[in-house]
């Protein structure tokens, strides 16, 4: 039964010293998609500066904010509404024959076509003083594979919000095998595409009230693109497969692509962002 969502995304920026130009891109908006029926959106802040909606390099909606006028605290709010179908991860054609898979990825064209999500990037980065930390089982399918490292990398890392932040690396995360979704994502990346599986970094929403890892901020998952099925939904933060509880809103190479805010300040001083997600459905009959 598909579901009516709900979604509030706040975000309150303070500067310790006043700000006199300020330039921020919001990248919060729910994509639309066979999945996702978009329906309304609302957007303001406390000082109603003016913005505009647009585009980014990968084709996803983006609100874009310019501030002119001298201020030291903002806070910004966005409300969507959408209507998300039901979702069977599993609804996909198995591969028929798994060499016929295995030979596709290991071709040059293939490697070409899926070049930006094959490559290493400075979060998806494992540096070569680490042992082989998972290694597919050419007698499974890859599907079958990708489940399996979907689990390995939940047991990896240990969830835990006060471990890490926006700039840690893949490789701290490795010595202290803990983190957030963010960095759940970046592993289980770097991982399939050390196997030659394309895979990349998803920002979205997470269906909150399910006892879901990463519910109360905007989640991150993974996708991956398996031969003769596509691209599939891996959250390695739940072991689960992406589904109805999973509100899509852009992919990219690693978090860099997908940040909810990035900005220009014109000021000096410290700053502080505090953000806040909050998402509530219900049945559509």
Same mark, same amino acid.
């Given at each position: +039964? ?64 310019? +501030? ?149 901020? +905007? ?67």
């Amino acid at each position: +039964m598909p579901l009516e969502y709900f979604i509030t995304y706040k975000a309150e920026n303070t500067y310790e010293e006043p700000v006199h130009e300020a330039y921020w891109q919001f990248l919060v908006i729910p994509e639309e998609n066979e999945s996702q029926q978009f329906i309304g959106i609302d957007f303001n802040s406390s000082i109603n500066p003016k913005f505009e909606f647009s585009i980014n390099g990968y084709g996803f909606k983006t609100i874009r904010v310019h +501030m002119k006028q001298k201020f030291e605290q903002i806070a910004f709010e966005a409300r969507f509404r959408l209507i998300k179908k039901e979702i069977n991860p599993f609804d996909f054609t198995p591969e028929a024959d798994k060499s016929k898979s295995i030979e596709k990825i290991q071709g040059l064209n293939f490697k070409v076509d899926y070049e930006a999500f094959l490559k290493t990037t400075p979060y998806t980065y494992i540096p070569y003083t680490k042992n082989i930390l998972f290694e597919f089982d050419w007698g499974n399918s890859i599907f079958d594979n990708l489940i399996a490292l979907n689990s390995y990398t939940y047991r990896y890392i240990q969830f835990n919000t006060k471990a890490t932040d926006v700039h840690t690396t893949l490789n701290e995360v490795l010595d202290i095998h803990q983190g957030v979704c963010q960095d759940f994502t970046h592993l289980f990346c770097a991982l399939a595409r050390t196997n030659g599986i394309p895979a990349r970094y998803v920002s979205g929403y997470l269906h909150q009230g399910n006892g879901y890892f990463g519910d109360l901020q +905007m989640h991150a998952w993974a996708e991956a693109y398996i031969p003769y099925a596509g691209w599939i939904g891996f959250d390695p933060t739940n072991d689960i497969l992406a589904a109805t509880n999973h509100i899509k809103v852009a992919h990219g190479k690693d978090y860099s692509d997908c940040s909810p805010l990035k900005g220009v300040v014109y000021t000096s001083g410290k700053n502080q962002t505090v953000h806040s997600v909050q998402v509530n459905s219900q049945d559509q009959q």
